[in-house]
């Protein structure tokens, strides 16, 4: 069984730094496709960055790119998402989310994965 537990959302100033991060829980193969993704209510759920682990293989959001930074620590099983620079249009709930196999195509697309955390709140004030 697969969980995901995110931590480290908060509120913070424009241009202020948050790092995100998100414990897996259960036996981690070492190739894994795991993505960050952010909502906003009354908004579709959008994909902010995606990692394949075992080639630290990396995509990100046109609207993050540049200032969100993903990564995954193997031996502590956790993936992070730094972000710097945040602006108010960052304010959403984020989530982490996982799957064995993801079309690469579409590593930002939320039905590619089936399994997702509880999501942490980042609020970003101007």
């Known amino acids: 069984q697969v969980q995901l537990v995110e931590s480290g959302g908060g509120s913070v100033q424009a241009g202020e730094s948050l790092k995100l991060s998100c414990r897996f829980y259960?036996?981690?193969?070492?190739?894994?496709?795991m993505a960050w993704f952010r909502h906003i209510p009354d908004k579709e759920r959008e994909g902010v960055a995606a990692i394949y682990t075992s080639l630290s293989r990396t995509e990100c959001a046109d609207s993050v790119k540049g200032r969100f930074t993903i990564t995954y620590d193997h031996i502590k099983k956790t993936l992070f998402l730094q972000m710097d620079d945040l602006k108010p249009e960052d304010t959403a709930m984020y989530y982490c989310a996982t799957d064995s196999y993801v079309d690469d195509r579409f590593r930002l697309r939320r039905e590619q994965y089936n399994y997702w955390g509880q999501g942490t709140q980042v609020t970003v004030s101007s």
């Open positions: 259960g036996d981690a193969l070492r190739s894994l496709h």
